[in-house]
């Protein structure tokens, strides 16, 4: 069993900024990649940020250059440092992992519990 525990959102003024963190725990062997996906209210769930083990960085292009996604493996959590934060950005946003779990060991692809991000002013 691997669990992820989201934290960081809330309401924030249009230009300001959020920091996202999130923590997974449980019977982990590897991490292959950690992620960050958001979904709007009538829209469908659309990746933000993934940030795979051995390999660059890729964002949405809504998100470029204002959001930076990163991780601390010994804490085997993923963060995503937003600023510059627009109307638009509004949404729930959802953490994801895909590791290598359990015994014996197999892929897993598990997400967090949802923090929702509201940019109002």
């Known amino acids: 069993q691997v669990q992820l525990v989201e934290s960081g959102g809330g309401l924030v003024e249009p230009g300001g900024s959020l920091r996202l963190s999130c923590a997974a725990s449980?019977?982990?062997?590897?991490?292959?990649?950690m992620g960050w996906y958001r979904q709007a209210p009538g829209k469908e769930r659309e990746l933000v940020a993934v940030?795979?083990?051995?390999?660059?960085?890729n964002y949405a292009d809504t998100v470029k250059g204002r959001f930076t996604i990163s991780r601390d493996n010994a804490r085997n959590t993923v963060y995503l440092q937003m600023n510059s934060l627009k109307p638009e950005d509004t949404a729930v946003y959802y953490c994801?992992?895909?590791?290598?779990?359990?015994?014996?060991?197999?892929?897993?692809?598990?997400w967090g519990q949802g923090t929702l991000v509201t940019v109002s002013s």
């Open positions: 994801y992992f895909h590791v290598v779990a359990g015994k014996p060991s197999r892929y897993l692809e598990v």
């Open positions: 449980g019977s982990i062997v590897s991490i292959n990649a």
């Open positions: 940030i795979p083990s051995g390999g660059s960085t």
